[in-house]
């Protein structure tokens, strides 16, 4: 049996300082989801790339940052 959860939220937030002290710009994504869709983002539990557990179904540049559909 396949389950289906819906998901969203912030994948990234713009202007700020993360974790390991990087900071995105506005835009940043733009040109490679324009070159791949959502379907070029691989959906992994804990980034671990032998675990995928889902598919994107869209991301949008948002003022604050990139949210993430799936």
């Given amino acids: 049996m396949t389950e289906t959860f819906p998901i969203q939220g ?3 937030i713009y202007d700020e300082v993360d974790l390991n002290r990087d900071i995105i ?3 940043a994504f733009a040109r490679s989801l324009a070159a791949t ?5 691989k959906f ?3 980034h ?4 995928p557990v889902g598919r ?3 991301f949008e540049e948002r003022e604050k ?3 993430a559909i799936g």
Avoid: C, D, S
């Avoid at 869709?37 to 983002?41: E, K, S, W």
């Fill in 65 to 67: 940052g990139l949210y």
């Fill in 48 to 51: 671990a790339a032998e675990m």
């Fill in 56 to 58: 994107w179904r869209a």
């Fill in 25 to 27: 710009a506005p835009g």
């Fill in 37 to 41: 869709g959502p379907a070029g983002v």
């Fill in 10 to 12: 912030w994948a990234a």
């Fill in 44 to 46: 992994l539990y804990q």
